[in-house]
């Protein structure tokens, strides 16, 4: 009997471990690309993190000690081991953003949201955190939901039309 089917508890359903199988598989096993593989998994976990029953599956498959892939979990901003949410909104807090004054932003999403950073929508739908520099500082102030990036967001009717792709 393999760990796969062993092991079916809490988060950790049979099909999520099938799912963390094949990512696993998809990078050779490589204790190397750790990080890829656990930002990966987090993609296919309900509320995108790391349960403590997903890593500790991931180390037993890899032969990593569970430390070690605590160690990633925690080092590694886009890495949660808290549940998010459904949307993960990623607010850029690096100097181009700062300096372009993403204020507008930032309260106009705590406002329709009523969120804070590193906090979830009660019903777990949005989560808003702050990331470094992704690359649109052409378009700051910008967004990034689920990895799709929104630009020019100045006024409260831009920010809610990005939003309201999101339901
Ligand atoms: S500084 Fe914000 S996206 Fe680059």
Redesign the pocket.
């Known amino acids: 009997m393999n760990s796969t089917e062993t092991k079916s508890f809490g988060v950790l359903t049979r099909d999520l471990a099938l799912k963390i199988d094949s990512i696993i598989e998809k990078h050779q096993s490589n204790s190397t690309k750790l990080i890829g593989i656990l930002l990966d998994i987090q993609d296919v976990v309900p509320r995108q993190y790391i349960p403590r029953e997903v890593a500790a599956y991931v180390s037993e498959k890899m032969n990593i000690p569970l430390s070690k892939t605590y160690d990633v979990i925690s080092f590694y901003a886009a890495l949660s081991d808290v549940p998010r949410a459904d949307y993960i909104i990623q607010l850029?807090?690096?100097?181009?953003?700062?300096v372009?004054d993403n204020t507008v932003l930032l309260n106009t999403i705590t406002n329709l949201l009523g969120i804070n950073e590193r906090e979830a929508t009660a019903d777990g739908k949005y989560w808003l955190e702050y990331t470094p520099?992704?690359?649109?500082?052409d378009i700051?102030?910008?967004i990034r939901i689920n990895g799709k990036v929104y630009g020019n967001l100045t006024t409260e009717d831009s920010i809610k039309a990005a939003l309201s792709q999101y339901k």
Do not use: I, L, N
């Open positions: 850029c807090d690096s100097v181009v953003c700062k372009t520099c992704f690359g649109a500082c700051s102030p910008a």
